[in-house]
């Protein structure tokens, strides 16, 4: 049968492509035609399980060494351990492709389980889409990239290895998680051509994907996120956000998901926004294909990029092929999607709503037109301009400050409009409260080393600032901390405000109210949950803005101080394991009263697959206040000497801890309600009865409501 | 989309998967993990053998398919219109709200809320006289069936009790015997 493995991993892959086509005619021909509806659904299951066989097959390949595979020889080595045999599954193109169809496989499976019977007039249509994109997935995976192909000098003795940057913890999990977002988007999106389609444009298609989206949209966040920690740890330049092409290309689809977000609030309360969120939805699985084309294409260079290929323009044919047919359905769609509601004041929620969508969707042109820049420039003017993080950098901050400023006051404002009196009571506390934080950062921030006011330097071949940017530069820090204290405090009171209004109907104490508000309203206290994290992270932006960094060497002995740190080098020492020589550096380090802080050991990995590539293994003394961050750039195995560069990155660690918190708001969003569990578990799909009950229940609780 | 038919649902059952897990994981303990892998990959290389053999047989019509929207997506519109009536009460309790702004959008979610109530009514209503006619349909089948099958016996001929002959319906003597034949209600109550 080993013989055989090859060919059977093509073949697997040729059925589930003949499968998902087959699937696909099957759902686009279904509309009106249970049967057909109920076949393609045993078909989309029926082509998940196929490309989950064809997986199994590469891993084993992976596991038995099976150099016979092109792929496997290319990927991994024989000192590789089983879990980085298994990440190469997806470490290399033509891996990632076939894992990327996987995923999504078995994500519509899951997606067409979940449907059951519901939303039949949409089904079809959300099955074709699906599988669609399936099945280009397969056609470009068997045609350009199928990882099945033999070596055709035959099996070389030990496979290349994988490269040693990617074989780090954060790698085995961050590209899973990042897949996950990127082809959960692909879900909102068949529900929204199904709308187009079967012209049901109301607000079941909506409904219909609330959760899928925020799943997508955990998964973007997480897997942007293993990401920077990847970046951080392993690159070793001592950031963990470069504005690289590829970073930014898993960022793109993180800002429109997090629009859309808001605004299918929106029109889940008024007949608005339609054309937004069908637009915002589609526009976001267009940037997830978008890029997976820079990635793959190699028209953008990237230390993240897979090698240059002619992959590409498969998926510039597929975007081109999707833009034209979503912007078709809209037109045919126009007058439904057209709003019949305006805005009515500028002081309403729908406004700020509004204005979030443009400044967002305005976020993600600017950045898509600098990451593209070097094509576009090529292409408009015939030179090649790039431009660097510093660029980013500078005009990323107002940008970033105006989402903070609009994330704080969002909630203060009411539908409709709000009136001067709402205003002012909602904005008094949180105003009071956001002047004292800025008090308190203008007295104790110098002292604490993070000056509430900076210099702004020019560096590289950047023009100088305009004048209200520069002060603006200037004035980071403490805008920053008054705006994220303003947030704060609007959260706080938000909750306060719950708490009260359940204590005065349920005559509890403060705590349980507070837990019957959040059970109540898990969506819109998740969400402030969800905001509160994203202060954080926000705050830990802002740490760039007192970063230190130095540079030394050492022999064992001396000392090194920077900022409140003192590194005394200690020893080297070379360890050895069955993939990788390790030279590593100790140093101790003391704080400037002399109180010992703990040791850190960065070093140099060299992978006997790879010597000609040794990789820096950062060491992190984490804190809360900041991270000491070393890395080793050399070591001389005569005289001991070691060359280190140290870098002090304040308030890193709250980028982490608020993320955290994100997940956990995200997870409160998406906690069914118990009531909802009960009802499912008593409701079987045909049990008339049960529905009857529950919308007796229903009925019951409205009439309570109002 | 209402048609006669079916399960669609298909999803594994958890007897399924268990008979998937067992061999696999018995597969990576006895032989290894890659063997185990192969285990893994042959039971969804089966599994999709099987429902795509499923769809085809439903294409083809060999096999009966029962598909009725259930009212859970309306079930979902309920709920989803109930928690913004709620949040709406929050933000009216919470002061955010002016009444008027209130009172209409709670009308207009209520309107909604109806128009989806109806639908549901309306759902159910077809669902149930879909059933009646159903049960009227295959009892009338079986009712039809049996009296056909009664006639049979009961209409052709009729038994001598005395000599088994087999006389006409309308006989009242058996034309072998000559014995008097009992009367066809008997008869049929006899059967009966």
């Known amino acids: 049968m080993w ?223 293993l990401g920077m920690i990847w970046a951080y740890v392993e690159l070793g330049w001592g950031g963990y956000w470069g504005w690289d092409p590829v ?26 926004f339609k054309l937004w969120n069908i637009s915002l939805v589609s526009i976001t699985f267009f940037l997830t294909i978008f890029g997976t084309f820079l990635t793959r294409s190699g028209v953008i260079a990237s230390v993240h990029a897979f090698a240059e290929s002619d992959l590409g323009i498969y998926f510039l044919y597929f975007l081109g092929l999707l833009i034209s047919t979503t912007i078709g359905l809209i037109v ?38 600098a990451t593209t820049l070097p094509v576009l420039s090529n292409a408009l003017v015939g030179r090649t301009i790039t431009v660097g993080p510093e660029f980013y950098n500078r005009w990323m901050t107002p940008i970033g400050l105006v989402i903070l400023a609009i994330m704080g006051a969002t909630p203060l404002f009411g539908w409709r409009k709000t009136n001067a009196h709402a205003v002012r009571r909602g904005f008094i506390f949180p105003a009071t409260i956001a002047v004292l934080g800025l008090l308190l950062h203008l007295v104790f921030g110098p002292s604490l080393g993070l000056p509430p006011f900076v210099s702004v330097t020019t560096e590289g071949d950047l023009e100088p600032l305009p004048g209200v940017l520069q002060y603006l530069g200037k004035i980071v820090p403490v805008v920053t901390v008054t705006l994220a204290t303003f947030n704060v405090a609007v959260i706080v009171q938000e909750f306060w405000r719950g708490a009260k209004a359940q204590r005065s109907v349920r005559k509890t104490h403060l705590l349980s109210a507070l837990f019957h508000a959040v059970s109540r309203a898990r969506r819109r206290y998740g969400g402030y949950i969800a905001h509160l994290g994203l202060v954080l992270v926000f705050v830990g932006f802002l740490g760039q803005t007192w970063n230190a960094s130095g540079q030394a060497s050492l022999v064992p002995g001396e000392t090194f101080s920077i900022e409140n740190y003192v590194l005394r080098y200690e020893r080297s020492r070379v360890e050895r394991d069955r993939a990788k020589d390790m030279y ?25 697959s790879h010597r000609d590539q040794p990789t820096s293994e950062v060491d992190v003394l984490p804190s809360v206040r900041d991270d000491l961050y070393v890395v080793l750039g050399s070591l001389s195995l005569e005289s001991h000497r070691a060359a280190i560069q140290v870098y002090v990155n304040p308030l890193v660690s709250f980028i982490w801890i608020g993320v955290i918190i994100v997940v956990l708001g995200t997870g409160i969003c998406l906690w069914p309600h118990a009531s909802m569990s009960r009802q499912r578990k008593t409701q079987r799909p045909d049990d008339g009865n049960g529905e009857r009950k529950a919308a007796l229940d229903v009925e019951r609780k409205d009439a309570h409501a109002s | 989309m209402q048609a006669s038919g079916s399960s669609t649902s298909g999803w594994p059952k958890l007897w399924l998967v268990m008979i998937g897990i067992v061999p696999a994981l018995g597969a990576v303990m006895v032989y290894g993990l890659p063997t185990g892998i192969i285990v893994v990959g042959a039971i969804f290389l089966l599994l999709g053998i099987w429902n795509l053999w499923v769809s085809l047989q439903i294409v083809a019509g060999d096999r009966s398919v029962t598909l009725r929207e259930d009212s859970m997506a309306f ?82 001929t009729r038994q001598c009790p005395s000599c088994t002959t087999e006389n006409d319906l309308d006989a009242s003597f058996c034309k072998r015997c000559g014995k008097k034949l009992p009367s066809a209600l008997s008869n049929k109550a006899r059967e009966s």
């Open chain 1, 584 to 608: 590593i550096a100790d140093l101790s380090v003391t704080d400037r009263t002399g109180a010992y802080r703990g040791t850190v050991s960065p070093a140099k990995y060299v992978y006997r």
């Open chain 1, 247 to 272: 970073e930014n290309a898993s960022l793109f689809p993180w800002i429109t998901a997090t629009a859309y977000i808001h605004s299918a609030m929106v029109q889940e309360r008024r007949p608005m």
């Open chain 1, 332 to 369: 045919w769609r126009w007058s439904p999607l057209r709003s019949n509601t305006s805005i009515e004041s500028v002081v309403s929620r729908e406004a700020v709503f509004f204005s979030l969508n443009w400044v967002l969707i305005g976020t993600t042109t600017f950045v898509l037109v």
């Open chain 1, 3 to 225: 013989h055989t493995i090859p060919a059977l991993g093509t073949g697997l892959l040729t059925a589930s492509l003949v499968a998902s086509g087959f699937t696909f005619f099957l759902a686009a021909l279904a509309s009106s035609r249970p049967r057909l509806l109920a076949a393609a659904r045993r078909a989309a299951y029926g082509t998940a399980a196929w490309t989950t066989a064809a997986v199994a097959i590469l891993a084993y390949g992976f596991v038995t060494h099976d150099f016979r595979l092109s792929y496997v020889s290319r990927y991994s080595d024989r000192s590789m351990s089983v879990g980085y045999l298994i990440s190469a599954l997806w470490g290399g193109q033509d891996g990632s492709l076939l894992w990327w169809m996987f995923l999504l496989a078995a994500y519509s499976a899951v997606c067409v389980a979940w449907l059951r019977n519901r939303y039949l007039a949409l089904q079809p249509y959300v099955i074709a889409a699906l599988m669609g994109t399936v099945a280009f997935f397969g056609l470009v995976t068997l045609v350009a990239a199928d990882p099945f192909t033999l070596n055709l000098a035959g099996p070389p003795v030990d496979g290349q290895g994988l490269n040693p940057l990617l074989q780090n913890i954060n790698m085995v999990i961050h590209p899973p998680a990042l897949y996950l977002g990127f082809v959960g988007c692909t879900i909102p999106y068949a529900f929204a051509m199904a709308a187009l389609v079967s012209g049901r444009l109301d607000n079941e298609w909506l409904i219909a994907i609330r959760k899928w989206m925020l799943v997508a949209w955990l998964f973007l966040t997480l897997g942007n996120v």
């Open chain 2, 75 to 156: 079930s979902d519109e309920k709920r989803f219109l109930l928690r913004t009536l709620e949040d709406l009460e929050y933000e009216r309790t919470t002061g955010k709200i002016d009444d008027d702004d209130y009172e209409e959008l709670r009308e207009q979610i209520r309107n909604r809320a109806q128009r989806v109530l109806s639908e549901d009514e309306t759902e159910l209503r077809n669902r149930a006289e879909q059933l009646v006619e159903d049960y009227l349909r295959t009892h009338e089948k079986v009712s039809t069936a049996g009296s056909k099958s009664a006639s049979s016996t009961t209409t052709k």
